[in-house]
């Protein structure tokens, strides 16, 4: 065999592992794809067939529990804080 001939099966090797490394690089991203678009579906299903075509309030302020803890929304807790707060700062002794 000269060396012609096996310079050339080497670079046939290395181009037939490229092209098998990028088939499978392909395969992953389609395989990727594939989960990611069933996870949507399966997210779509719940949204489009719920039962009474509402959805909870996010506000937390309208939360049942919440209210039961005592939780408010930050801008009404921060309203109130600054209420209770009867002394003032004077900056001319700081």
């Known amino acids: 065999?000269?060396?012609?001939?096996?310079t050339f099966a080497a670079d046939y090797v290395c181009a037939c592992a490229a092209r098998v490394k990028i088939i499978r690089i392909r395969m992953k991203v389609m395989i990727a794809i594939l989960?990611?678009?069933?996870?949507?579906?399966?997210?779509?299903?719940?949204?489009?067939?719920?039962?009474?075509?509402?959805?909870?309030s996010q506000h937390i302020a309208e939360n049942a529990r919440m209210r039961?803890?005592?939780?408010h929304?930050?801008?009404?807790?921060?309203?109130?804080?600054?209420?209770?707060?009867?002394?003032?700062i004077n900056i001319k002794n700081l």
């Open 1 to 6: 065999m000269s060396k012609k001939c096996i």
């Open 68 to 71: 039961e803890n005592k939780i």
């Open 35 to 56: 989960l990611v678009g069933c996870a949507m579906i399966a997210l779509c299903v719940g949204v489009i067939f719920r039962h009474d075509h509402t959805f909870r």
């Open 73 to 88: 929304c930050a801008t009404s807790q921060d309203r109130e804080e600054r209420k209770k707060q009867t002394k003032k």
